[in-house]
T-cell receptor, first 113, second 112 residues
Framework: KNQVEQSPQSLIILEGKNCTLQ??????????LRWYKQDTGRGPVSLTI?????NTKSNGRYTATLDADTKQSSLHITASQLSDSASYIC????????????FGTGTRLKVLA | EAQVTQNPRYLITVTGKKLTVTCSQN?????MSWYRQDPGLGLRQIYY???????DKGDVPEGYKVSRKEKRNFPLILESPSPNQTSLYFC???????????FGQGTRLTVV
């Protein structure tokens, strides 16, 4: 069964600290993996897109990694800011037939001053 | 500005009263889709459209209809809403292939 699991479910950190969010998937065949940031009550916004051959991709203070062999990805946030408080959703694109988006349930991050 | 626009943002309605949530994109994207988001669950696809006049069911299509008469618009229709359709709905669009998907701001629907 195609699944995307994220951990932790929620996380609280102090402003300025780093954190790492995890994503494990069982989607096959695999096309690409995406990380989205979703502010409360708003639509998800794309952070990174990683294909099979990419191990690391950065977008400002966000760095995503992908290990296609173990089917794991992580999103590392450096020097967190209050504005990083949001849900972070891992999405794996793949599955049989047309490109199907399989969404994780997200990690809810709260950054405290 | 490139965007996906949904209307309304908030809607409270009664069981059985037909409603339409509109979605429009200004990026000339071929692919559009509708999702619902419920607590503890990932976004689930309701319907999608690969291009004008081409629509198909997603994972949870029951109780919903869509149409794609124009490339920019993809309305979601609830013919007879029920309380289990209370949810946060998102419209999304992207270019054909594996481009970035843009999401609308969401429509919070409550059916009483």
């Amino acid at each position: 069964k195609n699944q995307v699991e994220q951990s932790p479910q929620s996380l609280i950190i102090l402003e300025g600290k780093n954190c790492t969010l995890q994503c494990n998937y069982t989607v096959s065949p695999f096309s690409n993996l995406r990380w989205y940031k979703q502010d409360t009550g708003r639509g998800p916004v794309s952070l990174t897109i990683m294909t099979f051959s990419e191990n690391t991709k950065s977008n400002g203070r966000y760095t995503a990694t992908l290990d296609a062999d173990t089917k794991q990805s992580s999103l590392h946030i450096t020097a967190s800011q209050l504005s990083d408080s949001a849900s972070y959703i891992c999405v794996v694109v793949g599955g049989s037939g047309t490109y199907k988006y399989i969404f994780g349930t997200g990690t809810r991050l709260k950054v405290l001053a | 500005e490139a965007q996906v626009t949904q209307n309304p943002r908030y809607l409270i309605t009664v069981t059985g009263k037909k409603l339409t949530v509109t979605c429009s994109q200004n990026m000339n994207h071929e692919y559009m889709s509708w999702y619902r988001q419920d607590p503890g669950l990932g976004l689930r696809q309701i319907y999608y459209s690969m291009n004008v006049e081409v629509t198909d069911k997603g994972d949870v299509p029951e109780g919903y209809k869509v149409s794609r008469k124009e490339k920019r618009n993809f309305p979601l229709i609830l013919e007879s809403p029920s309380p289990n359709q209370t949810s946060l709905y998102f419209c999304a669009s992207r270019k054909a292939g594996t481009g970035i998907t843009f999401f609308g701001q969401g429509t919070r629907l409550t059916v009483v």
